[in-house]
């Protein structure tokens, strides 16, 4: 696996010159501009988010992941979901939408209402898989996800660290299939929006959903502290969590089981050896 050429980073001008073609007529006196792994993102607070991809790979993912949010926004849930607010349009290497914006703000790391979690887990795993959503998101369910982490991963880790986590990732394999069901796959963070008043307000960034077991989620919710985690769900979706996370931390499995190629193994194997050395 190789590294793709990436488009050279754009400067700020230019992405609000993309907002600013998306959405004509919108003031942008109050822009701000961040970004995430795959897209820099324009902010316009209280009217819309700007998403500019950052890769060939995620420009090419756009319109799916945007069909995505529609089949995500049409299941009812009971926090605001954002939505496409401008076709998928091209801007040379890039590719852009305007979705709409949501209010609230994370909540601080380690701290959670284990009652809100387990409401928050729920609604999210019990979203009717319908036809159209099981042809837009991956399924990694017998894909080679763990061969291919056994393969890739382990054989570049430190020695120390080789036959544990070739231990763990057999662990997280062997675990006793259950029905696949929605995972958000990114759920924790900045991705939650809460009120002031700890009230779940919507959730953002569906990039990384996909159809697997929804203890994906449980643990990355762990954000809020594991303690609130056991709180918020029956033990053995917490066990799994456990599980699932103990090999490379739960985000990075998700850079597999979300579909995306890994074709940067060396960073990838980076980031996993720095949280080993912190967390693990």
Same mark, same amino acid.
């Given at each position: 696996?190789?590294?793709?050429?990436?488009?050279?980073?754009?400067? +700020? #001008?230019? &992405?609000? =010159?993309?907002?600013?073609?998306? !959405? %004509?007529? /919108?003031?942008? *006196?109050?822009? @701000?501009?961040?970004?995430?792994?795959?897209?820099?993102?324009?902010?316009?607070?209280?009217?819309?988010?700007?998403?500019?991809?950052?890769?060939?790979?995620?420009?090419?993912?756009?319109?799916?992941?945007?069909?995505?949010?529609?089949?995500?926004?049409?299941?009812?849930?009971?926090?605001?979901?954002?939505?496409?607010?401008?076709?998928?349009?091209?801007?040379?290497?890039?590719?852009?939408?305007?979705?709409?914006?949501?209010?609230?703000?994370?909540?601080?790391?380690?701290?959670?209402?284990?009652?809100?979690?387990?409401?928050?887990?729920?609604?999210?795993?019990?979203?009717?898989?319908?036809?159209?959503?099981?042809?837009?998101?991956?399924?990694?369910?017998?894909?080679?996800? +763990? #061969?291919? &982490?056994? =393969?890739?991963?382990?054989?570049? !880790? %430190?020695? /120390?660290?080789? *036959?544990?986590? @070739?231990?763990?990732?057999?662990?997280?394999?062997?675990?006793?299939?259950?029905?696949?069901?929605?995972?958000?796959?990114?759920?924790?963070?900045?991705?939650?929006?809460?009120?002031?008043?700890?009230?779940?307000?919507?959730?953002?960034?569906?990039?990384?959903?996909?159809?697997?077991?929804?203890?994906?989620?449980?643990?990355?919710?762990?954000?809020?502290?594991?303690?609130?985690?056991?709180?918020?769900?029956?033990?053995?979706?917490?066990?799994?969590?456990?599980?699932?996370?103990?090999?490379?931390?739960?985000?990075?499995?998700?850079?597999?089981?979300?579909?995306?190629?890994?074709?940067?193994?060396?960073?990838?194997?980076?980031?996993?050896?720095?949280?080993?050395?912190?967390? +693990?």
């Amino acid at each position: 696996m190789t590294m793709t050429p990436q488009p050279a980073e754009p400067t +700020a #001008e230019k &992405l609000l =010159e993309i907002a600013d073609a998306l !959405l %004509p007529g /919108r003031s942008l *006196d109050d822009a @701000r501009i961040t970004a995430g792994n795959l897209h820099h993102v324009v902010l316009l607070p209280g009217t819309a988010a700007v998403r500019v991809s950052k890769r060939p790979s995620s420009a090419q993912e756009m319109p799916r992941r945007i069909e995505v949010l529609r089949e995500v926004a049409r299941a009812g849930l009971p926090f605001e979901v954002p939505e496409p607010l401008t076709p998928v349009t091209r801007f040379d290497e890039r590719a852009a939408v305007a979705v709409s914006w949501v209010d609230g703000e994370e909540q601080p790391e380690g701290q959670g209402d284990p009652d809100k979690i387990r409401k928050l887990l729920r609604a999210v795993r019990e979203v009717a898989v319908t036809p159209r959503l099981r042809e837009l998101l991956y399924a990694p369910r017998d894909k080679g996800w +763990a #061969e291919l &982490l056994a =393969e890739q991963v382990i054989p570049r !880790l %430190p020695d /120390r660290w080789r *036959d544990e986590c @070739r231990r763990r990732l057999e662990a997280a394999r062997d675990l006793d299939p259950v029905p696949d069901a929605l995972v958000h796959g990114d759920l924790c963070g900045s991705n939650v929006h809460w009120s002031r008043d700890g009230q779940l307000v919507g959730v953002l960034d569906w990039d990384q959903a996909h159809l697997f077991d929804p203890a994906i989620d449980a643990a990355l919710m762990a954000w809020h502290g594991w303690d609130n985690v056991r709180k918020a769900v029956d033990p053995e979706t917490y066990r799994r969590a456990r599980i699932y996370d103990a090999p490379f931390e739960v985000g990075h499995l998700v850079g597999i089981l979300d579909g995306r190629p890994l074709t940067n193994v060396e960073g990838y194997v980076r980031s996993i050896v720095a949280w080993l050395e912190k967390d +693990a």
